[in-house]
């Protein structure tokens, strides 16, 4: 059985910065993709960044590129978003979700999901 469980949300100052983690485990196959969303409340869930256990590839939807830094530790179970320069537009629930397929995050899919965690921007 596959788990996803992200850490890390809270509140921070404009400007600041935050990192969030995400452990995956029990996936039953070396290559595979992890995406992080996020969720306003009233709007859809939407991806922003990925990262592929094959090859380290990475994805940042525009809104968060040169501010957000998405990583994968040597053992392929831990995947690290450093998010600096917050924005109060930033704040959200943030989902990590895992996938055998990078093309099916990036559009939105996945298969497995962490609970969520909060991040709040203050202004």
């Known amino acids: 059985e596959v788990h996803v469980v992200e850490s890390g949300g809270g509140l921070v100052q404009a400007g600041g910065s935050l990192r969030l983690s995400c452990r995956v485990s029990?996936?039953?196959?070396?290559?595979?993709?992890i995406a992080w969303f996020r969720q306003v409340p009233g709007k859809e869930r939407k991806v922003f960044s990925s990262?592929?256990?094959?090859?380290?590839?990475?994805y940042y939807e525009d809104s968060v590129k040169g501010r957000f830094t998405i990583s994968m530790d040597n053992a392929k179970t831990i995947s690290y978003l450093q998010m600096n320069n917050l924005k109060p537009e930033d704040t959200a629930v943030y989902y990590c979700?895992?996938?055998?397929?990078?093309?099916?995050?990036?559009?939105?899919?996945?298969?497995?999901w962490g609970k969520g965690t909060l991040v709040t921007v203050s202004s």
């Open positions: 979700a895992a996938d055998a397929s990078s093309g099916r995050v990036l559009l939105g899919f996945a298969e497995y």
């Open positions: 029990g996936f039953q196959i070396d290559d595979y993709a």
């Open positions: 990262i592929s256990t094959f090859d380290n590839s990475t």
